[in-house]
T-cell receptor, first 114, second 108 residues
Framework: GAGVSQSPSNKVTEKGKDVELRCDPI?????LYWYRQRLGQGLEFLIY????????KSGLPSDRFSAERTGESVSTLTIQRTQQEDSAVYLC????????????FGPGTRLTVT | GQNIDQPTEMTATEGAIVQINCTYQ??????LFWYQQHAGEAPTFLSY????GLEEKGRFSSFLSRSKGYSYLLLKELQMKDSASYLC?????????FGAGTTVTVRA
């Protein structure tokens, strides 16, 4: 596709369940980023991939969060045993490279944990 | 650590000019981005400054002073569609650190 896509667009889940969020970056973009945006707050960096490697996982809030990327393309962000504080919009972005290129954002997945 | 400050809200009249300031204190600096985010939508790129000075792009201009840790985004000839949140983000190698955003409301 022409832009970054994410699925699902909305996800409502019960506390304690696992969720998987998907990101399809722009074709040819080697760098991929995950951010979290809580209501009324700024974007919070979670993790980035250069190719299929994640050199920096320091932004992940806890060990319940994990992410992977395959084929230098699709990435999934998994949240295990969801908590109410995980409710947020999860945004994915991609860029040609990590060297200060413009990041293109997807529409986000709105996660609500009840 | 990263500290990026910008005003929470600004209101202006259609056709007017608004200047959104951003100050930053970060552990590293490679450049500064401005993004626009309409409610319920993803951020979209507006500008990127890496050197000191003013970058002009149509109705939008962005200024950077690295020695002062300061940037501003200038929106001219405001239109109703410019009502949105404007995000200041500092680039340090691969990572973007964002401010909380400034919500601009344009009134007729």
């Amino acid at each position: 596709g022409a832009g970054v896509s994410q699925s699902p667009s909305n996800k409502v889940t019960e506390k304690g369940k696992d969720v998987e969020l998907r990101c399809d970056p722009i074709s040819g973009h080697t760098a991929l980023y995950w951010y979290r945006q809580r209501l009324g707050q700024g974007l919070e960096f979670l993790i980035y991939f250069q190719g299929n490697s994640a050199p920096d996982k320091s932004g992940l809030p806890s060990d319940r969060f994990s992410a992977e990327r395959t084929g230098e393309s699709v990435s999934t962000l998994t949240i295990q045993r969801t908590q109410q504080e995980d409710s947020a919009v999860y945004l994915c972005a991609s860029s040609l490279d990590t060297a200060n290129y413009e990041q293109y954002f997807g529409p986000g997945t709105r996660l609500t944990v009840t | 650590g990263q500290n990026i400050d910008q005003p929470t809200e600004m209101t202006a009249t259609e056709g007017a000019i608004v200047q959104i300031n951003c100050t930053y204190q970060t552990s590293g600096f490679n450049g500064l981005f401005w993004y626009q985010q309409h409610a319920g939508e993803a951020p979209t790129f507006l500008s990127y400054n890496v050197l000191d000075g003013l970058e002009e792009k149509g109705r939008f201009s962005s200024f950077l002073s690295r020695s002062k840790g300061y940037s501003y985004l200038l929106l001219k000839e405001l239109q109703m569609k410019d009502s949105a949140s404007y995000l200041c983000a500092v680039s340090n190698d691969y990572k973007l650190s964002f401010g909380a955003g400034t919500t601009v409301t344009v009134r007729a």
